[in-house]
Protein backbone atom coordinates (compact mmCIF):
# COMPACT_ATOMS: atom_id res chain seq x y z
CA UNK A 1 0.00 0.00 0.00
CA UNK A 2 0.92 3.86 -0.72
CA UNK A 3 2.18 5.26 2.66
CA UNK A 4 4.66 8.43 3.14
CA UNK A 5 6.66 8.23 6.00
CA UNK A 6 7.83 11.21 7.73
CA UNK A 7 11.33 10.30 10.32
CA UNK A 8 11.50 12.87 12.56
CA UNK A 9 8.69 13.25 14.50
CA UNK A 10 9.95 16.08 16.75
CA UNK A 11 12.51 18.75 16.29
CA UNK A 12 14.11 21.14 18.21
CA UNK A 13 16.14 23.85 16.93
CA UNK A 14 17.60 27.47 18.13
CA UNK A 15 17.22 30.12 15.66
CA UNK A 16 19.74 30.54 12.64
CA UNK A 17 20.23 26.82 13.07
CA UNK A 18 19.74 25.27 9.39
CA UNK A 19 16.52 22.56 9.32
CA UNK A 20 16.05 18.89 7.05
CA UNK A 21 12.80 17.57 7.76
CA UNK A 22 12.88 13.98 5.80
CA UNK A 23 10.08 12.36 3.75
CA UNK A 24 9.80 9.06 2.25
CA UNK A 25 6.94 7.63 0.33
CA UNK A 26 6.39 4.13 -1.12
CA UNK A 27 5.15 4.22 -4.34
CA UNK A 28 6.24 3.41 -8.24
CA UNK A 29 3.74 5.36 -10.23
CA UNK A 30 3.35 9.11 -10.74
CA UNK A 31 3.48 10.99 -7.95
CA UNK A 32 3.29 14.75 -6.91
CA UNK A 33 5.07 16.10 -3.97
CA UNK A 34 3.58 18.62 -1.32
CA UNK A 35 4.83 20.25 2.01
CA UNK A 36 2.20 21.92 4.07
CA UNK A 37 2.61 23.89 7.43
CA UNK A 38 -0.15 23.65 9.94
CA UNK A 39 0.74 26.79 12.58
CA UNK A 40 -0.60 26.24 16.39
CA UNK A 41 -4.56 26.58 16.13
CA UNK A 42 -4.40 26.87 12.20
CA UNK A 43 -5.87 25.16 8.86
CA UNK A 44 -3.13 23.67 6.67
CA UNK A 45 -0.83 25.70 3.94
CA UNK A 46 0.71 24.79 1.35
CA UNK A 47 4.89 25.24 1.79
CA UNK A 48 5.90 24.17 -1.69
CA UNK A 49 4.77 21.59 -4.86
CA UNK A 50 6.48 19.65 -7.29
CA UNK A 51 4.93 18.41 -10.48
CA UNK A 52 7.64 17.90 -12.65
CA UNK A 53 10.91 19.47 -13.78
CA UNK A 54 13.36 20.71 -11.76
CA UNK A 55 13.71 18.46 -8.80
CA UNK A 56 14.59 21.51 -6.77
CA UNK A 57 11.45 23.76 -5.73
CA UNK A 58 11.38 26.42 -4.05
CA UNK A 59 8.49 27.85 -1.90
CA UNK A 60 7.13 30.34 0.62
CA UNK A 61 9.44 32.02 3.71
CA UNK A 62 12.38 30.55 2.69
CA UNK A 63 11.82 26.99 2.17
CA UNK A 64 12.66 24.40 -0.48
CA UNK A 65 12.43 20.67 -1.11
CA UNK A 66 14.46 17.99 -3.07
CA UNK A 67 12.95 15.10 -4.68
CA UNK A 68 15.47 13.04 -5.25
CA UNK A 69 13.23 10.15 -7.25
CA UNK A 70 15.78 7.13 -6.80
CA UNK A 71 15.45 7.58 -3.38
CA UNK A 72 11.86 8.36 -2.92
CA UNK A 73 12.47 11.44 -0.83
CA UNK A 74 11.41 14.58 -1.09
CA UNK A 75 13.07 16.25 1.98
CA UNK A 76 12.36 19.94 3.01
CA UNK A 77 15.12 22.43 3.79
CA UNK A 78 15.81 26.04 5.50
CA UNK A 79 18.95 27.39 5.63
CA UNK A 80 18.21 29.37 8.17
CA UNK A 81 14.80 28.94 10.59
CA UNK A 82 12.93 31.64 12.91
CA UNK A 83 10.73 31.20 15.89
CA UNK A 84 8.16 31.84 13.49
CA UNK A 85 8.39 28.84 12.10
CA UNK A 86 7.42 27.14 14.94
CA UNK A 87 4.95 24.57 13.57
CA UNK A 88 3.68 21.34 12.71
CA UNK A 89 4.66 20.00 8.74
CA UNK A 90 3.41 17.71 6.72
CA UNK A 91 4.46 15.72 3.92
CA UNK A 92 1.94 14.66 1.27
CA UNK A 93 2.05 12.64 -1.49
CA UNK A 94 -0.52 12.36 -4.45
CA UNK A 95 -0.30 9.11 -6.49
CA UNK A 96 -2.49 8.60 -9.20
CA UNK A 97 -4.05 5.39 -10.02
CA UNK A 98 -6.38 3.72 -12.42
CA UNK A 99 -5.81 6.42 -15.00
CA UNK A 100 -8.44 9.04 -13.50
CA UNK A 101 -8.13 8.59 -9.63
CA UNK A 102 -5.94 10.47 -7.54
CA UNK A 103 -5.52 10.23 -4.08
CA UNK A 104 -3.49 12.80 -1.09
CA UNK A 105 -1.83 10.73 1.12
CA UNK A 106 -0.33 12.53 4.05
CA UNK A 107 2.79 11.54 6.27
CA UNK A 108 2.00 11.91 9.91
CA UNK A 109 3.90 14.97 10.78
CA UNK A 110 6.90 16.66 12.40
CA UNK A 111 6.26 19.29 15.12
CA UNK A 112 9.58 21.92 14.75
CA UNK A 113 10.22 24.08 17.43
CA UNK A 114 12.58 26.83 17.78
CA UNK A 115 14.15 28.18 20.12
CA UNK A 116 15.23 32.08 20.52
CA UNK B 1 -10.51 36.34 -1.71
CA UNK B 2 -9.99 32.50 -2.65
CA UNK B 3 -11.16 30.17 0.50
CA UNK B 4 -12.46 27.26 1.90
CA UNK B 5 -15.09 28.15 4.32
CA UNK B 6 -16.30 25.05 6.99
CA UNK B 7 -19.24 25.65 9.69
CA UNK B 8 -18.94 25.25 12.59
CA UNK B 9 -15.18 25.74 13.73
CA UNK B 10 -16.49 23.92 16.86
CA UNK B 11 -19.26 21.37 17.71
CA UNK B 12 -19.56 19.46 21.03
CA UNK B 13 -22.44 16.69 20.59
CA UNK B 14 -23.74 13.72 21.88
CA UNK B 15 -23.88 10.34 20.85
CA UNK B 16 -26.19 9.51 18.10
CA UNK B 17 -27.22 12.99 17.38
CA UNK B 18 -26.78 13.89 13.67
CA UNK B 19 -24.58 16.59 12.28
CA UNK B 20 -23.36 17.94 9.68
CA UNK B 21 -20.60 20.11 8.82
CA UNK B 22 -20.80 22.20 6.00
CA UNK B 23 -17.81 23.13 3.43
CA UNK B 24 -18.03 25.74 0.99
CA UNK B 25 -15.02 27.26 -2.04
CA UNK B 26 -15.22 30.35 -3.82
CA UNK B 27 -13.07 28.82 -6.53
CA UNK B 28 -15.16 26.70 -8.88
CA UNK B 29 -12.98 23.88 -7.55
CA UNK B 30 -13.94 20.30 -9.08
CA UNK B 31 -12.19 18.62 -6.55
CA UNK B 32 -13.50 18.45 -3.04
CA UNK B 33 -12.00 16.38 -0.15
CA UNK B 34 -12.83 15.81 3.71
CA UNK B 35 -10.13 14.69 6.50
CA UNK B 36 -9.79 14.00 9.62
CA UNK B 37 -6.33 14.61 11.53
CA UNK B 38 -5.73 13.01 14.54
CA UNK B 39 -2.47 13.31 16.88
CA UNK B 40 -0.15 10.72 15.50
CA UNK B 41 -1.83 9.88 12.69
CA UNK B 42 -1.14 12.75 10.44
CA UNK B 43 -4.77 13.73 8.04
CA UNK B 44 -6.62 10.97 6.74
CA UNK B 45 -9.23 11.40 3.41
CA UNK B 46 -12.46 10.41 4.62
CA UNK B 47 -14.47 11.00 1.15
CA UNK B 48 -13.33 12.68 -1.52
CA UNK B 49 -15.23 14.43 -4.64
CA UNK B 50 -14.47 14.83 -8.18
CA UNK B 51 -17.50 16.72 -9.28
CA UNK B 52 -20.79 17.19 -8.84
CA UNK B 53 -22.50 14.16 -7.74
CA UNK B 54 -18.96 12.03 -8.17
CA UNK B 55 -17.87 11.19 -4.78
CA UNK B 56 -15.81 8.21 -3.38
CA UNK B 57 -14.48 6.75 -0.56
CA UNK B 58 -11.01 7.55 1.31
CA UNK B 59 -9.45 5.57 3.96
CA UNK B 60 -11.89 6.12 6.29
CA UNK B 61 -15.09 6.84 5.12
CA UNK B 62 -16.94 4.24 8.29
CA UNK B 63 -19.67 6.05 9.94
CA UNK B 64 -19.56 8.97 7.34
CA UNK B 65 -21.56 10.52 4.27
CA UNK B 66 -20.82 13.33 2.08
CA UNK B 67 -22.99 14.65 -0.87
CA UNK B 68 -22.13 17.03 -4.09
CA UNK B 69 -25.32 19.19 -4.88
CA UNK B 70 -23.37 21.51 -6.17
CA UNK B 71 -19.70 22.61 -7.19
CA UNK B 72 -19.13 24.93 -4.02
CA UNK B 73 -20.67 23.02 -1.56
CA UNK B 74 -19.42 19.47 0.24
CA UNK B 75 -21.16 19.01 3.35
CA UNK B 76 -19.57 16.07 5.88
CA UNK B 77 -22.72 14.17 7.63
CA UNK B 78 -22.38 12.44 10.50
CA UNK B 79 -25.52 10.16 10.95
CA UNK B 80 -25.15 8.94 14.23
CA UNK B 81 -21.94 9.98 16.17
CA UNK B 82 -19.76 7.97 18.04
CA UNK B 83 -16.88 9.11 20.39
CA UNK B 84 -14.36 7.71 18.34
CA UNK B 85 -15.13 10.58 15.43
CA UNK B 86 -14.32 12.87 17.67
CA UNK B 87 -11.03 14.50 16.08
CA UNK B 88 -9.91 17.39 13.27
CA UNK B 89 -11.73 18.25 10.50
CA UNK B 90 -10.85 19.85 7.23
CA UNK B 91 -12.22 20.23 4.49
CA UNK B 92 -9.82 20.96 0.96
CA UNK B 93 -10.21 21.57 -2.76
CA UNK B 94 -7.96 21.97 -5.76
CA UNK B 95 -8.64 22.53 -9.45
CA UNK B 96 -7.43 19.47 -10.27
CA UNK B 97 -7.43 16.17 -8.80
CA UNK B 98 -3.51 16.29 -8.54
CA UNK B 99 -3.39 19.87 -7.58
CA UNK B 100 -2.08 21.38 -4.05
CA UNK B 101 -5.05 21.46 -1.60
CA UNK B 102 -6.66 24.67 -0.27
CA UNK B 103 -7.88 23.58 3.07
CA UNK B 104 -10.36 25.29 5.04
CA UNK B 105 -10.14 26.47 8.80
CA UNK B 106 -10.95 23.11 10.53
CA UNK B 107 -13.91 21.95 12.59
CA UNK B 108 -12.98 20.70 16.16
CA UNK B 109 -15.73 17.43 16.84
CA UNK B 110 -16.24 16.96 20.35
CA UNK B 111 -18.49 13.40 20.61
CA UNK B 112 -19.40 12.63 24.24
Known amino acids: AQSVSQHNHHVILSEAASLELGCNYS??????LFWYVQYPGQHLQLLLK??????LVKGIKGFEAEFIKSKFSFNLRKPSVQWSDTAEYFC??????????????FGTGTLLAVQP | EAQVTQNPRYLITVTGKKLTVTCSQN?????MSWYRQDPGLGLRQIYY???????DKGDVPEGYKVSRKEKRNFPLILESPSPNQTSLYFC???????????FGQGTRLTVV
Open chain 2, 92 to 102: ASSLIQGGGRI
Open chain 1, 27 to 32: YGGTVN
Open chain 1, 50 to 55: YFSGDP
Open chain 1, 92 to 105: AVNVRYGGATNKLI
Open chain 2, 27 to 31: MNHEY
Open chain 2, 49 to 55: SMNVEVT
